[in-house]
Each structure stands twice: as structure tokens, then as C-alpha cells.
């Protein structure tokens, strides 16, 4: 029979319970005067007093405005509900229940169920069906960190401010009272914000060493502006919450990759070299390969974005959505990635889920019923920026099949394309009708997950698992069993925290604490609007960056001509080949580290806490990133600069790999880091030392051993020169 617990009898079981549960990880629940605590091994998790419920309940309104994949979403609370008393059950020993409740008019039960051998701790809420808000307050500690919540570019630590759980658009320069921003806010209100993301997920990482895991799909809102408590407000059902807690975050890491799922390991190419991104044609991307070869680049394969056509709007470029090759753009291109691939040169495309209603491919799937409905039950056409599409709806077996097998397998992999682009995802409005009777609020943060399972299924069932690649921008729980690869998608081409070269280090390091490892970005950023443009300096501050990721790949942006590109000049492909070489000379330790991944998901990129928890210094570090266990590294993100400055973790002794020295952790060191050598530390004691320090060597910078502000000097000294004597001249 079960041992009803109620607060004032509850004091007699804590002792007996403490017992109980010292000896595996579980839950345990205590009384603390008119309340009750819950741990989970020891860490307080939740504390709820009569003055401070741990839960509230109530009903709400909400608006989802969509344009371009950016959504306005204004909410009211109608209703909100405090449940101050609670009495507990115990079922068994491994399970508890908790029924919170107000004067007997509102109640709300609470599971809390320990799996087997301590593993899979659960938590489980159920409200009262007329209502549709539930508030769950997480205990806070004063000095706590908190990490996570998918992929977040512009704060690591998420203390201090609220994060919406709602995939979409980043946008355009995510600081509102900047330029660019306010201008693109009002262009069509892509400006975006800090907290706008194409990869929220409702996974957090306490520095107290727990995880929590939500696994609704519907809105959330994750509110860490409190001192004493982490408020999650959760719209519908709460669903099952999983939870975890180790010793190391090591640990933690794997219990979210045994909970999430992890990512396979690479195709061993991808390590070979650097992905141009090249358009205009066959003739043309080769004689963009035959110039990057000239200067000493490996290049590993030759992404062309526009495969399938292309077609263009006031902002930029953009592709003809419609998955089939244009044989008029791309004569002879079987042939030639035949030919490519014998020189260890790939070809990779792009995709995503939407068809262009000008295409074939748009009429095959609208006569069968293959895309989402709208509320009469006719295809829900959005606006993509001057160009209308349907949106194939992945929740129909016969509409993802299609598109795995007709389109992806049929089109793509049959052709011999090596990898793609697998954008997109984020822009489903909540009114959509999908096939399967989910609302369409549920399945907005959920169809990435399906449209990265659709991609994976492809490679898979053509057995090319381990030979293809293909990446993503937009993701959510359920991503990391079935993604390759992601990328931060579309940065901004300038030096901007919020949208800019310093925004994909926070944006890799979360994701990597949410359980997805594998990140890379766009060398050079993507957006290129308001008569601001990539520069060369810029260009290769980002490569400089992209060595230490587990792909490199560049992207011409959406404004080609306008922007510096690795082509622009032989100086800048010589500087880019050599970086490209410092990558492929660390290929056997990146390969570890993506095997590492894979088996234990530990993040390629991860935050210095991972190895350096006991040092305080580390926690609030989100610029510097570890690669890997030995691996320090620091990129410079700011213009015009020629030394940066470094904090060294305490506990090993570190070498600056370009000025061979050495130094003690537990300091913030100053290093020279001319264009061409970014900040790079490793550990003396690393079993990969004697690579470390060949690479200096293997890999000497061109231009006579200057580097690219060396290089332009003595040209702007002739310039003054010849200007100083015509001034003498003219006197």
C-alpha cells in the first residue's frame, strides 16, 4: 500500500528515505517547514513553500505573427493560479507523487520516477484540461550558471534574461537600437533580438551539475531573470521532464547524447581540405577549383548552392526552388563529379523542404495532396521573399516518402552529390493543418526534427552513411539523433556581438551543451544589406576561426559581386590555403575528437568548464572555446587589431603555438595575433604535442613570412612616398 505523506506527519520519513537514496542516483523529497524540497542526488531541483509555490497554473492568449520566417508573438495571461499545498505519496521506492492544489479548486499531480539502476529521472505534469499555462519554478542558486537552450548567439550564460522556445529566423543584426537592425526591423521586422534563434531547445545545464529536458514541443518561455528560482513557462501540456546529475559535466554531456541521441561520425574527406562555396555554372566553378588549386588550397569539394537554377530579388541572389538539376546552368555535371571525386574533389548541393510554385516538382506534390493545409484544406502558400511555395507536410508517410525518395535520393544522390545544404524549417506559422492532426503550434518547433529525419533516412537507405554530408541551420529535441552536421546559418558580413563573426562562438558552445557537437558556420558571414560589405580583413579573421571547427566551408553571400570573396585575389587564397593547412594538419586529432562525439557526445567545440569546473574563471568565458581536451582557442573578432588577449585555465601549462611559449594557467595573457595566426594554445602535457608544434612549420605564412597587414605596408610607404613628392614639388 502506498505511504501517504502528508507535511505534517513528513519529518519521520526524511531519515529513513536519506538512507534509502544515498546509495543511487534518484529523487528524494523532504520537508522544509510548510513546503517541501526535491533533489535529485543531493541537488535541490525544486523548493516549494506556501508563500512560494513551485507551481502555477492558469490560461492565456497568444498571437503568432509570421513574415519571412520572423515571427511577432504578443501574449496575455488571462488567468494565473498559485498552488501552495501539496501532499505526497510514495508508491514505490522509486517513484513519488506530488498533488499540488488550491483550497480544493485547482489541483495539478507531479510524478517524479527514477528508471532503472538510477538511470532516467522523470518528472511528469498534468493540469486541469481547461486550462492551457503551467509555471514551473526551478530552484536558483545566487552565484548558478545556466547553459544551453539550443543554439544562442549572443549570450552563453543564460542568467539574467528570458529566452522564448520558438523556432525562426535569427535576423538581421539581433540588437534592436543598432543601424542595422532597426533598419532591417523596418524593411519587413527581420531585425531580430539576443534571444531570436533557428535552433531553440528547452535543454538547460546548471553549473550546480544537473540537466533538465522538456519534451513538449509547444511555445515555451525559459525565464532566468530571478534570483531565488528558474521560471519555465510551459503553453499546453507540460509533458514528461527528464533530469540528470553527475560529477563532471563530462557526464552530464552523456547523459543527454543516451537521452537525445548523437551524431555520426564524418565522412573522413571532409577533414581533407576546405568546401568552396562557388556558383555560375560548370565552366565556372571549375575555373574558380583551378584558381584556388593554383594558389595551394586543398579543396576537398565544390558546394554549388544553384544546382537546380536560380532566380533574383531586391535582396540578392536566390535560388530556384525547384530540387532537380538545371542542365542548362550545370552541362556535362555527372561527368565532371565523376571526374572531381577521382581527385578527391566533391560536388554538394542544396535543399529545403519548400517547392517553388513555378516548378514541376510544386505541381507533382499539389495534384497528390503532399503539402501542408490551410484551413479550408488547400496548400498554405507563404511568401519567401518574391516567390511563393508550398510546404511539403513530412508528417504524411506518403508525402516523405516522396520527397526522400523522388526527390533527395533520385535527384540528389543518384546524381553523385557528396552533401547539401538542408535549410530551412523554421517558417510555419502555428495555423497550419498537418496531415497527422497535431496543431500546428505543437509542430512548428517539432518539423525540424522530421525534416532533418527525412535527409538522414535518404543517406541511410542509399547506404551512404559515412560518405555524405549534409547541414543544417534549423533544429530542435529530436535533431541530434538524425542531423549531420549544423551551421549558424546567416551572419551578418561585419564585427557586431549580436550578428557578426563573435556571434557563432556562443552559438556553437550552447549547442554543444544542448547535445549537438558538430557545428561550423559560413566562412566570411552570409547577410550583405544597407551598402555594407565583406571585407578581405574580415574574411580571413573568419577562417582563422573555422580551422578550429570540424568543417570548413566557405559562402559567397547573398550579394556576390559586392563582397570580398577567397577568390578576390591570389593574396587572399594564399592566406586561405594556409589556414586550410593548418586544419588539415591537425585532421587526425579533429578526427578524434568527432569520433569522441559520436560515442560519448562530447562537443567538438566546448566550453572550459567541461575540463576546468573547479576554476571560477571559466564559467562566464564565452569568446574562448576548447577544441577538444588540448586545445585552446581565442579568435580575434574585432577590426583593426594585432594582439588579443587570452585567459589560460589554471591547472595546466600552456604553449602559444606561434611564439613557441609557454605559460601557466589561472592568468589572462597578451599575445601577438597578426592576421594568419590566431590565438592557439595546447596543453605541454597533450599526447598530441609534437603535432601541435609542427604545424607552425608545416604551415609558414606566404607573402615572405608577413602576414596581410605586413604585406599591404610596403605598398601604402610607396603611396606616401610619391604623395609626399609631388607636395615638395608643388611648393
Known sequence: MAARLTCPKFFLHVLLWTILFTTCRAFTVRQTGDGVDVLLDGTLLLRHERANPAILVGTGTTIFRELHGNFNISDTVDSKIALPDVDVTQPSSSEYRLVFSSGGNYQTEMKLMTGNEGHDHVMNISIPGDLDRTWLRLYADDGEHVYGGGEQFTYFDLRGRSFPIWTREQGVGRQPGTFVTDEANRRDGGGG????????????????????????????????????????????????????????????????????????????????????????GTSEVLKYLEQAEGQGVKVNGLWIQDWAGRI??????????????????????????????????????????????????????????YFVKNSTGQTYIQDFGEFFCGTIDLTNPDAFQWYKNEVIIKNMIDLGLAGWMAD??????????????????????HYPALWAKCNRDAVEESGKLGEIVFWMRAGFSGSQNYSVMSWAGDQFVDYSLGDGLASVIPAALSLGVSGYGLSHFDIGGFTSLFGITRTEELLIRYTEMAVFTPMMRTHEGNRPAENWQVYSSD????????????????????????????????????????????????????????????????????????????????????????????????????????????????????????????????????VNGTDLHSAILPYVTVLIAIAVFFWFRNQ
Not at 594564399?574 to 569522441?596: A, C, P, T
Not at 589554471?650 to 605559460?663: F, K
Request: with cysteine.
Open 193 to 280: 533580438d539576443y534571444h531570436t534563434t533557428y535552433w531553440p531547445q528547452p535543454t538547460i545545464v546548471s553549473s550546480r551539475r544537473y540537466f533538465c529536458h522538456f519534451t513538449t514541443t509547444d511555445y515555451m518561455i525559459m525565464d532566468f531573470t530571478e534570483t531565488n528560482a528558474h521560471v519555465i513557462q510551459i503553453w499546453g501540456s507540460p509533458g514528461v521532464i527528464h533530469f540528470g546529475s553527475a560529477a563532471t559535466f563530462r557526464e552530464i554531456s552523456e547523459q543527454i547524447g543516451e537521452l537525445l541521441g548523437r551524431q555520426p561520425e564524418l565522412p573522413d574527406w571532409v577533414h581533407d581540405g576546405s568546401i568552396l562555396g562557388v556558383q555560375g
Open 312 to 369: 533574383r530579388t531586391s535582396f540578392g541572389r536566390r535560388l530556384f526552388w525547384n530540387w532537380a538539376w538545371d542542365e542548362d546552368q550545370y552541362p556535362g555535371l555527372p561527368e565532371e563529379i565523376v571526374r572531381q571525386k577521382a581527385r578527391g574533389v566533391r560536388f554538394l548541393g542544396y535543399i529545403n523542404p519548400h517547392l517553388n510554385k513555378l516548378g514541376d516538382l510544386y505541381t507533382i506534390a499539389d495534384s497528390r495532396g
Open 424 to 445: 530551412f524549417g523554421e517558417y510555419l506559422p502555428p495555423d497550419m493543418v498537418f496531415h497527422n492532426g497535431v496543431p500546428g503550434r505543437e509542430m512548428h518547433n
Open 571 to 702: 593574396r587572399t587564397l594564399q592566406h586561405f590555403g594556409r589556414l586550410v593547412g593548418v586544419h588539415v594538419s591537425l585532421k587526425e586529432y579533429i578526427r578524434e575528437l568527432v569520433q569522441n562525439n559520436s560515442r560519448y557526445n562530447l562537443p567538438v567545440q566546448r566550453p572550459l568548464f567541461y575540463h576546468y569546473q573547479d576554476d571560477p574563471m571559466v564559467y562566464s568565458i564565452k569568446y574562448q572555446y576548447l577544441f577538444g581536451p588540448d586545445v585552446l582557442v581565442a579568435p580575434v573578432y574585432r577590426e583593426g587589431v594585432d594582439t588579443w588577449q587570452v585567459y589560460l585555465p589554471e591547472g595546466d601549462t600552456w604553449v602559444h603555438l606561434w611564439g613557441d611559449s609557454s605559460y601557466e594557467g589561472g592568468q589572462t595573457v597578451t599575445v601577438d595575433a597578426p592576421l594568419g595566426q590566431p590565438p592557439f594554445f595546447f596543453r605541454v602535457s597533450s599526447k598530441w604535442a609534437s603535432l601541435f608544434r609542427t604545424v607552425a612549420s608545416d604551415n609558414p605564412l606566404p
